[in-house]
């Protein structure tokens, strides 16, 4: 009990050192890896966000990891995140092991419960979107997505008669839509 409430000057000090280091060196990092590192996360980058902070707190707290380790051990981390974003970026057959697709949740103001199911969204959840977004009936709605981020994304229906081709990447689409967007994707294509 005595050693929870123990005070050594020395590694006060030393903890206070090495996060400062510690800190600008990640900050440095993050700097040259570029904004990918900070966006809004997706299980990816959610992954390494929580490795860089374990490691952070490793490094500053334990006697047997150095600064020097730490930073290395971090570097190593944002690096094999930055392979791994131009390798997904490059094949696309490993986007969906790296990375969730973003999926439909409503189309033309009705809910694709297999996908709610399968994302386990609520209704309720929906519907506070939709008023945070300021509409006042899911009817105004073309179609609501769970995007890779975890972020519900709400657009609008603009009687526009137009195909929506911001869902051309989007799961679970209604066969209809899935159809026209595949036939329109073809035609552009090919003329």
Known sequence: MNEAFSFDITNVIGILVSSVIIYVIVILYLRVMGKRS???????DWIVTVSIGS??????????ISVFEGAIN???????????TK??????????I????PHLLLYKGKFIDENLKKERILKSEIYAEVRQKGFKS???IYAIVLETNSKISVIADD????????LSDVMG????????????SEGETNG
């Open 98 to 101: 790296v990375k969730s697709n």
């Open 173 to 184: 689409l209604p066969d209809g839509l899935k159809d026209d967007l595949q036939e329109h």
């Open 74 to 84: 971090i570097l190593v981390l944002l690096i094999l995140q930055f392979i791994t």
């Open 38 to 44: 900070t966006s809004e996360l997706n299980g990816f």
């Open 138 to 140: 899911i009817k105004q």
């Open 87 to 96: 390798l997904v970026y490059r094949f696309k057959g490993l986007r969906g």
């Open 159 to 166: 009687d526009d008669e137009s195909i929506g081709f911001s």
């Open 55 to 64: 490691i952070f707190a490793s490094t500053v707290l334990l006697d047997n």
